[in-house]
C-alpha cells in the first residue's frame, strides 16, 4: 500500500494548526514562538494554568494565533482532551510537536522501580494518549509528529541512567509510531539534542546542584549532558527542527560529533563505548 500524496505545500507554516505539548517554558516556548512567527496557530499545552498564562504572553499576541491549556498528559483522557480542543478551537489539526519531559541526575544503582517509572511517565507515557488522538488528523494533512528526545537516548553517560533509560524508551515508542503513521501520509521526526541553553540558566549551570547533593554524586554529575558538551542555542535548533521538518528526516542529532560516537557503538560497541567513557573522563577532568 503506498502512502497517500501529502497536500500542496505542507511545509508552509502558515494558518497551520499546531499544538506544543511542553510549550509552556524551555525548549518547547522557543519552538511555539517560531512557528506562531511563521504564521502558524498554535496551542501550548502546560501542566499548570499560570504557566499557560505566562508563556502567551511571550508568544506573538496577533488574535487567535496563540491559544493555550493546561493539561498533565500523563494522567488518562489528558490527551484526548487536548486534541479536541485543537479540533475545536482552530477547526483541526495539523501537527503535534511533543517537547516534555524529566531530566535528572542519579545512580541507576540507586535508583528504584518507582522512581524510575516516574522518569518513563513524564519521558514516554504522557506520549502516548496524545498521539494515538492526533495522528488521523495529521497524517490527513500530511503533517509533523515531531518529539523531542534526547543525545541520552542514544549515549549513556555517569549519573544519567534513569534519564537515558527514559529516552531510549522514548526513542523505540516513536520509531514504532514512524511505522504505522508513516504509510498514512505522517512525517515523523526525534529530536535527539545535547543539553541546551535555558532563558533564565545565566553563565551558572547549577539546575542539578540540590539533586546531585542530596544523592551524594561527584560535582562532576551536575555538568551540562552529564558531559563536557556545550549547551545548544535554542533558536538555533529550533530553526533545524523545521528545517528538519521541511526535509522530512526520520531524525535530528546535535550536535554532530555525538552523531558520529552513536553511529561508532551502534557499529562497534566495544570501540564506542571504550571511547565515550574516554571522552567523559577528559571532559570531567577538564571541568574539574
Known amino acids: 500500500m503506498h502512502a497517500p500524496p501529502p497536500p500542496p505545500h505542507r511545509d508552509d507554516w502558515r494558518a ?3 499544538i506544543v505539548a511542553g510549550g509552556t517554558s524551555g525548549f518547547g516556548l522557543v519552538l511555539a514562538r ?10 501550548v499545552v502546560g501542566r499548570s ?23 498533565d498528559l500523563a494522567r488518562p483522557g489528558e490527551g484526548g482532551r487536548v486534541v479536541g480542543e485543537a479540533l475545536d478551537r482552530f477547526g483541526g489539526l495539523d501537527d503535534l510537536f511533543f517537547c516534555v519531559g524529566r531530566s535528572g541526575r542519579a545512580s541507576i ?14 519521558n514516554v507515557l504522557a506520549a502516548v494518549e496524545i498521539t494515538a488522538a ?23 553517560t555517569p549519573w544519567m541512567g534513569p534519564y537515558a533509560v527514559a529516552k531510549s524508551a522514548l526513542a523505540a515508542y516513536v520509531d514504532a509510531v514512524r511505522l504505522e503513521a508513516a504509510p498514512r501520509g505522517a512525517h515523523v521526526l526525534l529530536v535527539s539534542p545535547g543539553p541546551i541553553r535555558r532563558v533564565d540558566d545565566g553563565e551558572a549551570f547549577d539546575r542539578y546542584a540540590a539533586e546531585v547533593a542530596r544523592a551524594g554524586l561527584p560535582p562532576e554529575a551536575n555538568r551540562p549532558g ?4 556545550a549547551r545548544l542555542d535554542p533558536d538555533a535548533l529550533a530553526r533545524r527542527v ?3 521538518c521541511r526535509r522530512r528526516h526520520s531524525e535530528l542529532v546535535v550536535p554532530g560529533k555525538a552523531a558520529i560516537l552513536a553511529g561508532l557503538v551502534e557499529w562497534f560497541p566495544d570501540l564506542g563505548r571504550r571511547l565515550l567513557a574516554r571522552v567523559s573522563r577528559r571532559d570531567g577532568k577538564n571541568e574539574g
Open 226 to 229: 552529564g558531559g563536557g558538551l
Open 109 to 122: 544503582l540507586a535508583t528504584g522501580a518507582t522512581e524510575l517509572a516516574g522518569y518513563l511517565e513524564a
Open 134 to 156: 492526533a495522528v488521523d488528523d495529521v497524517a490527513r494533512s500530511g503533517g509533523h509528529m515531531v518529539y523531542l528526545g534526547s543525545l541520552a537516548g542514544k549515549l549513556v
Open 34 to 43: 517560531h512557528l506562531a512567527e511563521r504564521g502558524a496557530r498554535v496551542l
Open 49 to 71: 494554568a499560570e504557566g499557560v498564562r505566562e508563556a502567551l504572553g511571550k508568544l506573538p499576541d496577533a488574535p487567535g494565533r496563540c491559544l493555550g491549556t493546561a493539561a
Open 242 to 244: 523545521l528545517e528538519a
Open 16 to 18: 497551520r494548526r499546531v
